[in-house]
């Protein structure tokens, strides 16, 4: 049984920077995929970015380009969200996802197996 469980979410303001992350346990961490969506209020879930299991390739929401930055610590079993000049558009509650492969990431929902409860992020104004 995997676990994911996302940490950091909070309210900052515009122009903000803040850092989530996402542990994931029972299951071999570096065999994994990894990714980050997030879903505002009244709205589809979204991707935001990826990375594979060795961190060698990494995708981005036109959207958040530039501004985020995922990476991943596999002797920690964590991923990382970096997210710097945060705009109100970005608040959501924003989900880890995994996969279990060595193979390319998607930018679809579908594509992963495993999912954390998400963490809310709230940019002000």
């Keep these: 049984q995997v676990q994911l469980v996302e940490s950091g979410g909070r309210s900052v303001q515009a122009g903000g920077s803040l850092r989530l992350s996402?542990?994931?346990s029972?299951?071999?961490f570096s065999?994994?995929?990894m990714g980050?969506?997030?879903q505002a209020p009244g709205e589809e879930r979204e991707f935001v970015t990826a990375i594979n299991w060795n961190g060698a390739s990494t995708i981005y929401s036109?959207?958040?380009k530039g501004r985020f930055t995922i990476s991943r610590d596999?002797?920690?079993a964590t991923v990382y969200l970096q997210?710097?000049?945060l705009k109100p558009e970005d608040t959501a509650v924003y989900y880890c996802a995994s996969k279990n492969t060595y193979g390319a990431v998607?930018?679809?929902s579908g594509f992963y197996d495993y999912w954390g409860q998400g963490t809310q992020v709230t940019v002000s104004s």
């Design 22 to 24: 996402c542990a994931q």
């Design 26 to 28: 029972g299951r071999t």
């Design 31 to 33: 065999r994994y995929a």
């Design 36 to 38: 980050w969506f997030r």
């Design 62 to 64: 036109d959207s958040v």
């Design 74 to 76: 596999n002797a920690k």
């Design 83 to 85: 997210m710097n000049s």
């Design 106 to 108: 998607t930018t679809s």
